[in-house]
T-cell receptor, first 112, second 118 residues
Framework: EAQVTQNPRYLITVTGKKLTVTCSQNMNHEYMSWYRQDPGLGLRQIYY???????DKGDVPEGYKVSRKEKRNFPLILESPSPNQTSLYFC???????????FGQGTRLTVV | AQKVTQAQTEISVVEKEDVTLDCVYE???????LFWYKQPPSGELVFLIRRNSFDEQNEISGRYSWNFQKSTSSFNFTITASQVVDSAVYFC???????????????FGKGTKLSVKP
């Protein structure tokens, strides 16, 4: 089954404790991205990657890192999480030349 | 700058009513794509439709229909004979096109929460 898988689905952590949210897709998509969803703000792009070893900032990249060492994986790294990063995070992927983005199930992160 | 505005924050209707969700966009690009996504209470994002800027034909899919008008920069979504299962947050989104002709960053509106009561 074609899918984008995020882990974990739910995470509560403390300020400053490094964490990684994993994202994996099994569709051989070149394009992957991370969004955060906040009430009243909709979804905003954090980072995106157009292919292996090619990443770039989205609209709200501060406080986040990403890497794309393999085509299927695009982890989101929070080196020192802060409470303002409490949010619902979505990973998405799409095939170059195609226009439909597939989204993961979402990761609800709470930083206390 | 690109922007998507969904002026309706929340809409409440009674089952079987028709409801239209508004979406107005801004872009300087001549080639762009418009999308609607549904987010049910379970939280996942479900793709509903994609339209490119050269295709102004309206589309109907069952009880769903979309009205794309470049003249007013609008891409409205109508649900006919609404049902309780239609209750969700609906997002309109705009995408630029990268150099390879692929979808770029999705610019989302803030969403419209639709509640359909029995």
């Amino acid at each position: 089954e074609a899918q984008v898988t995020q882990n974990p689905r739910y995470l509560i952590t403390v300020t400053g404790k490094k964490l990684t949210v994993t994202c994996s897709q099994n569709m051989n998509h070149e394009y992957m991205s991370w969004y955060r969803q906040d009430p009243g703000l909709g979804l905003r792009q954090i980072y995106y990657s157009m292919n292996v070893e090619v990443t770039d900032k989205g609209d709200v990249p501060e406080g986040y890192k990403v890497s794309r060492k393999e085509k299927r994986n695009f982890p989101l790294i929070l080196e020192s999480p802060s409470p303002n990063q409490t949010s619902l995070y979505f990973c998405a992927s799409s095939l170059r030349g195609r226009l439909e983005a597939f989204f993961g199930q979402g990761t609800r992160l709470t930083v206390v | 700058a690109q922007k998507v505005t969904q002026a309706q924050t929340e809409i409440s209707v009674v089952e079987k009513e028709d409801v239209t969700l508004d979406c107005v966009y801004e872009t300087r690009d001549t080639t762009y794509y418009l999308f609607w996504y549904k987010q049910p209470p379970s939280g996942e994002l479900v793709f509903l439709i994609r339209r490119n800027s050269f295709d102004e034909q309206n589309e109907i899919s069952g009880r769903y229909s979309w009205n794309f008008q470049k003249s007013t920069s609008s891409f409205n979504f109508t649900i006919t004979a609404s049902q309780v299962v239609d209750s969700a947050v609906y997002f309109c989104a705009l995408s630029e096109v990268d150099y390879g002709g692929s979808q770029g960053n999705l610019i989302f509106g803030k969403g419209t929460k639709l509640s359909v009561k029995p």
